[in-house]
């Protein structure tokens, strides 16, 4: 009886420790990414994304996902044209899903050229045309390389 007491007394506490420091990691990445840490703010939003550590919470992944975007993480900006491409935590919308591949291209994330011409596939030729003025704005906007 002992033993299965303190079995489950250890699975208490590893439940209640890992818990509390799942917490205390999207704490942390919350307070980094608030700190412009563009890796910390990709990290809250595949949390929220996954449902790692937090409830799943697909919109608010596109805004962490848009933050760590915006400082210039290519992963990030990559991430955006799938979620786009896709329409998950978005409306569906090729015009940006192109652009963002293309901001991503144009910081070095090399893969995104296949996405991005895929994306162009399913754009008329106004369309396309409008997706490249805004990749166009959003690259000169979010130019920090950051490929990993």
């Known amino acids: 009886m002992f033993k299965v007491y303190a079995f489950l007394v250890t699975l208490l506490l590893t439940l209640v420790t890992g818990h509390v420091n799942a917490a205390s990691e999207y704490e942390q ?62 409306e569906k919308d090729m015009k940006t899903a192109y652009a963002w591949f293309s901001v991503a291209l144009s910081n070095g994330h090399e893969i995104s050229e296949q996405y991005q011409q895929k994306a162009a596939k399913d754009l008329s030729a106004k369309e396309l045309e409008v997706a490249k003025d805004m990749a166009e704005k959003w690259s000169a906007a979010y130019k920090v390389s950051k490929v990993d």
């Open 29 to 90: 990445a919350i307070a980094a990414a608030n700190e412009g840490n563009y890796k910390a703010a990709y990290q809250v939003a595949s949390m929220l994304d996954n449902g790692r550590h937090v409830d799943e919470d697909k919109v608010a992944a596109i805004e962490w996902y848009t933050k760590s975007a915006r400082m210039g993480y290519s992963q990030a900006q990559s991430m955006l044209g799938f979620k786009y491409a896709m329409g998950t935590g978005v």
